[in-house]
């Protein structure tokens, strides 16, 4: 089984670029999350989709930031004009929709973003 | 006060020790707790995943979960240097909730 691959692995763009991550989840699996990790602090959580549609996103920093999961599959991740603190790695995770016990949160390598 | 409190180490033990790995956390309603272990430039790698108060029991992993004082361990047994990696605690409330980590303990095993 493939696992959660992100692309690109590593992203540096100059402070008012634009810049798309990409998350294709585990095959299966209708959760899917975004992550951050900024340095030196915890990896905090972002926002959850359940197949298309945005379930939580109450970690969503600004409005700079834009999710999307058209037809339930791959996931994209925009910042857009990206900002000095926007640098760290960013990532996806996803998990089966099963019952009250729930599945554990698979993750992928991330994808490390920085700003300059 | 964070949800969730880790040392951040480092740890550093040798070869063949016990390693224990803790947090804490504040908020009483998580019930779901887990342990990640992550390789430099890599994903979070699940270890552990346990519901509710107990011990779980994986090779030369054991996780306790202890829920009336809200503390969490992971124990490595016979601890090899490929358990050289950081170690993140995470839980969540409900099954499909998000997940609130600590910072990550980061542990060397010398041969």
């Known amino acids: 089984e493939a696992g959660v691959t992100q692309f690109p692995s590593h992203s540096v763009i100059e402070k008012g670029q634009t810049v798309t991550l990409r998350c294709d989840p585990i095959?299966?699996?209708?959760?899917l999350y975004w992550y951050r990790r900024v340095m030196g602090k915890e990896i905090k959580f972002l926002l959850h989709f359940v197949k298309e549609s945005k379930q939580d996103e109450s970690g969503m920093p600004n409005n700079r930031f834009l999710a999307e999961r058209t037809g339930g599959t791959y996931s994209t991740l925009k910042v857009q004009p990206a900002e000095l603190e926007d640098s760290g790695v960013y990532f996806c995770a996803s998990s089966q929709v099963t019952g009250r016990i729930g599945s554990p949160l698979h993750f992928g390598n991330g994808t490390r973003l920085t700003v300059t | 006060q964070k949800e969730v409190e880790q040392d951040p180490g480092p740890l550093s033990v040798p070869e063949g020790a016990i390693v224990s790995l803790n947090c804490t956390y504040s908020?009483?309603?998580?019930?779901?707790f887990m342990w990640y272990r992550q390789y430099s430039r890599k994903g979070p790698e699940l270890l552990m995943y346990t519901y509710s108060s107990g011990n779980k029991e994986d090779g030369r992993f054991t996780a306790q979960v202890d829920k009336s004082s809200k503390y969490i361990s992971l124990f490595i047994r016979d601890s090899q240097p490929s358990d050289s990696a950081t170690y993140l605690c995470?839980?969540?409330?409900?099954?499909?909730?998000?997940?609130?980590f600590g910072k990550g303990t980061k542990l060397s095993v010398k041969p």
């Open positions: 095959s299966g699996h209708d959760n």
């Open positions: 908020n009483s309603a998580f019930q779901y």
């Open positions: 995470a839980m969540k409330r409900g099954s499909q909730g998000n997940l609130i």
